[in-house]
């Protein structure tokens, strides 16, 4: 007889993945689980595979194995670069505008993401070159919330962006993690952000991949074999896992 308090399906279930492009294999027998509301970080050196991984999550690159998403997922992507000329004579406003109709979401929704990530309505009202990094970045967060996804897949979130504007994303993406229960998926390099936001570490180095809680995964160690150096980093003492 089942439990009736059984443990909560699995938000995304990883099996056996392989990616390719040609002859190079970037990432091989990748096998992970995510829990719905939880937070896992991504990391690694570059060149490890992190962002080809969260472009074969959304369905962008052909890959071998298995990706299987919750039934109902919606996801919300910010990508590490975005396409667009910052030059563009384009207000933010018309940028959440443009996302809006493509998600078939109402002006309330967009007035609705501005307050979700703390955009003044006159900040968005300037052309998107007269953003700052955090301004812009915070953009690019509200335009993936819109269309209330239940899961947001960020590489790198806070590239480019000053410290003070690092800390009020990472504190805005945890808060609506845990006000809306929304599952999130995060790129880094900066291993005390990852340290004291997430919930599991998925550490991808060429050859080699472990999956585990902060404390278990970010030791001395384990992060000499995945940076071919020794690496340190400053940890905020919390209650976090």
């Given at each position: 007889?089942?439990?009736?308090?059984?443990?909560?399906?699995?938000?995304?279930?990883?099996?056996?993945?392989?990616?390719?492009?040609?002859?190079?294999?970037?990432?091989?027998?990748?096998?992970?689980?995510v829990?719905?509301?939880?937070?896992?970080?991504?990391?690694?050196?570059?060149?490890?595979?992190?962002?080809?991984?969260?472009?074969?999550?959304?369905?962008v690159?052909p890959?071998q194995?298995?990706?299987?998403?919750?039934?109902?997922?919606?996801?919300?992507?910010?990508?590490?670069?975005?396409?667009?000329?910052r030059?563009?004579?384009?207000?933010?406003?018309?940028?959440?505008?443009?996302?809006?109709?493509?998600?078939?979401?109402?002006?309330?929704?967009?007035?609705?993401?501005?307050?979700?990530?703390?955009?003044?309505?006159?900040?968005?009202?300037?052309?998107?070159?007269?953003?700052?990094?955090?301004?812009?970045?915070?953009?690019?967060?509200?335009?993936?919330?819109?269309?209330?996804?239940?899961?947001?897949?960020?590489?790198?979130?806070?590239?480019g962006?000053?410290?003070?504007?690092?800390?009020?994303?990472?504190?805005?993406?945890?808060?609506?993690?845990?006000?809306?229960?929304?599952?999130?998926?995060?790129?880094?390099?900066?291993?005390?952000?990852?340290?004291?936001?997430?919930?599991?570490?998925?550490?991808?180095?060429?050859?080699?991949?472990?999956?585990?809680?902060?404390?278990?995964?970010?030791?001395?160690?384990?992060?000499?074999?995945?940076?071919?150096?020794?690496?340190?980093?400053?940890?905020?003492?919390?209650?976090?896992?």
């Open positions: 007889m089942s439990s009736s308090v059984d443990a909560p399906l699995p938000a995304l279930v990883v099996t056996n993945l392989s990616v390719g492009f040609d002859r190079t294999v970037v990432i091989e027998g990748l096998s992970f689980e829990r719905h509301g939880s937070a896992l970080a991504i990391v690694g050196p570059n060149g490890a595979g992190k962002s080809v991984l969260a472009k074969t999550l959304i369905g690159l890959h194995g298995t990706i299987a998403w919750e039934g109902n997922t919606q996801i919300g992507y910010v990508p590490q670069k975005l396409d667009i000329e030059d563009l004579p384009i207000t933010g406003g018309d940028f959440l505008h443009a996302k809006a109709v493509v998600s078939r979401a109402s002006e309330a929704d967009v007035a609705s993401v501005l307050g979700l990530v703390g955009l003044k309505p006159e900040s968005v009202g300037q052309p998107i070159g007269a953003l700052s990094g955090g301004q812009f970045q915070r953009l690019l967060v509200a335009a993936a919330l819109i269309g209330h996804p239940t899961v947001l897949l960020l590489d790198e979130p806070t590239a962006v000053d410290e003070p504007g690092q800390d009020s994303i990472n504190h805005t993406l945890d808060r609506l993690r845990d006000e809306r229960g929304l599952t999130i998926l995060f790129i880094s390099h900066d291993l005390s952000v990852v340290y004291h936001y997430a919930t599991n570490v998925l550490c991808l180095s060429p050859g080699h991949a472990c999956f585990g809680a902060p404390r278990q995964v970010l030791t001395p160690q384990l992060l000499q074999e995945l940076y071919g150096a020794p690496i340190a980093y400053h940890v905020h003492h919390d209650h976090r896992p």
